[in-house]
């Protein structure tokens, strides 16, 4: 079974502090995909990351794929209160469309 | 482009009974997965559906079934409910196709189910 750690499971911070997330697993993934969740819907997708060792910038949202594609970090730099919610990772290999997703970060930034 | 509509998005039914949640695309995605989310267990794959096929399945029992018409919109039925089943139910499209990349996946808001 494919299993994905992430850490913290919890994180409450100030707004304008930094901030990192983690998903570890032990299998290797041909692509990961990071969601943001808000209570009564759906998670959305924020980024894909396929290459090992890839960095994506997305505003103030770095995410990286790790070099034997195992694990991904998510680092988010002067928080905002727009930026709590659940952050999932999820793992996915090509022709599958299945996903594994990681156990979740729940982020709450305090104004 | 519309995204990806579930209905209804609330529901309570009481155990025993048989439930049929609905799921339309994002217009061209021909790839649709459905997958439960619950605080103990997170967010866990039932099935996915192509081209009215089901192409892969998780680890769910039999009472868990699902079916997609000709034109990509998919229901999941399940029956026999168990108090267990409360959970939020979560549709996703994606493009599919490719053995060579792994194409985005799109959710839905999702189907709260409430078992009594």
């Known amino acids: 079974t494919q299993l994905l750690e992430q850490s913290p499971q919890f994180l409450s911070i100030q707004e304008g502090e930094n901030l990192t997330v983690y998903c570890n697993s032990s299998?290797?993934?041909?692509?990961l995909q990071w969601y943001r969740q808000e209570p009564g819907e759906g998670p959305v997708l924020l980024v894909t990351v396929v290459t090992g060792g890839e960095v994506k910038k997305l505003k103030r949202l770095t995410f990286q794929f790790g070099d034997a594609r195992k694990d991904s970090s998510l680092h988010i730099t002067a928080a905002q209160p727009g930026d709590t919610g659940l952050y999932l990772c999820a793992g996915g290999h090509f022709g599958n469309e299945k996903l594994t997703f990681g156990t979740g970060t729940r982020l709450t930034i305090i104004p | 482009k519309a995204g990806v509509t579930q209905t209804p998005r609330y529901l309570i039914k009481t155990r025993g009974q048989q439930v049929t949640l609905s799921c339309s695309p994002i217009?061209?995605?021909?790839?649709v997965s459905w997958y439960q989310q619950t605080p103990g267990q997170g967010l866990q794959f039932l099935f996915e559906?192509?081209?009215?096929?089901?192409?892969n399945k998780g680890n769910f029992p039999g009472r868990f079934s699902g079916r997609q018409f000709s034109n990509s919109r998919s229901e999941m039925n399940v029956s026999t409910l168990e108090l267990g089943d409360s959970a939020l139910y979560l549709c996703?499209?994606?493009?599919?196709?490719?053995?060579?990349?792994?194409?985005?996946?799109?959710f839905g808001p999702g189907t709260r189910l409430t078992v009594t």
């Open positions: 299998s290797v993934f041909s692509s």
């Open positions: 996703a499209s994606s493009l599919a196709g490719g053995v060579l990349r792994s194409y985005e996946q799109y």
């Open positions: 217009s061209g995605h021909r790839s």
């Open positions: 559906y192509f081209s009215e096929t089901q192409r």
